[in-house]
């Protein structure tokens, strides 16, 4: 399943994993993950998005009725909105409030994309929530940006792999992911030096023609 191991829910750790990671060092007291499945129509959210809303880890179902109570009364509305995006199987972005079950209120950053099968249907959405009550909104643009520059470098060392290696976009991350936890640096970090290393080393010759024959041919294959 693409943007997902296929694991069901999140006991899908490698995913809570890497978004934690790429916020820091691997785990992060603000960041939650979360899927949303078609079929079902089945939320499944990590621990710490249920601990943001109040709750103790498995003591709720999250469900669509159940986000929307905790929505501020002004953002109530604009969320509906993006929770019917959601249910559709859309990307969206959203910065609002949510209320806990003390009454506290959190500023959150929630970023979802299509989730997809192998065949390339999307079968749900997927993302992640950041609470920024702390930094407030002065620190939302800078914190997002960072997340979804780190993601690039991550994406981009990925890709590296899975053409060098044949392997697919799960297994890339688990080279990285492994190489991280070895040097004990954040995984952005470590694909950030492999990046590097490959721009400063440069390719063989050999390499650098096929690559160039390969576009040749598929530019005139679209020509045709």
């Known amino acids: 399943m693409r943007g997902s191991t296929g694991t069901p829910g999140l006991e899908d750790d490698d995913k809570s994993w890497e978004v934690a ?15 949303y ?5 089945r939320w499944v959210w990590s621990d710490t998005i249920a601990r943001i809303h109040g709750y103790q880890p498995g003591q709720v179902q999250p469900t669509t009725d159940l986000l929307l109570s905790h929505k501020h009364p002004d953002d109530r509305a604009k969320v509906a909105e993006i929770l019917h995006r959601v ?10 409030r949510i209320i806990d079950t003390h009454g506290a209120t959190h500023w959150v950053v929630v970023v979802g994309d299509q989730m997809m ?17 702390d930094g407030l909104q002065s620190d939302i643009t800078t914190e997002t940006s ?9 994406d ?10 044949g392997i697919d976009d799960a297994r890339a991350f688990e080279v990285l992911k492994l190489s991280s936890q070895l040097a004990q640096v954040k995984l952005a970090t470590v694909a ?13 010759p050999e390499t650098v023609r096929t690559i160039d024959r390969l576009l040749v041919q598929t530019r005139q ?3 045709k």
């Open 21 to 35: 990671a790429v916020l820091g060092g691997g785990s992060h007291p603000h960041v939650g993950t979360f899927q």
């Open 37 to 41: 499945f078609l079929d079902s129509q």
């Open 87 to 96: 249910q559709a199987g859309g990307p969206f972005s959203s910065r609002h």
């Open 117 to 133: 099968d192998d065949s390339g249907e999307v079968v749900g959405t997927e993302g992640f929530y950041i609470d920024v009550t």
């Open 146 to 154: 960072r997340i979804l520059k780190s993601r690039s470098i991550i």
């Open 156 to 165: 981009q060392a990925k890709g590296v792999l899975m053409v060098a290696y």
């Open 192 to 204: 950030r030096q492999f990046l590097d290393a490959i721009r400063s080393h440069g390719l063989p």
């Open 221 to 223: 294959s679209h020509q």
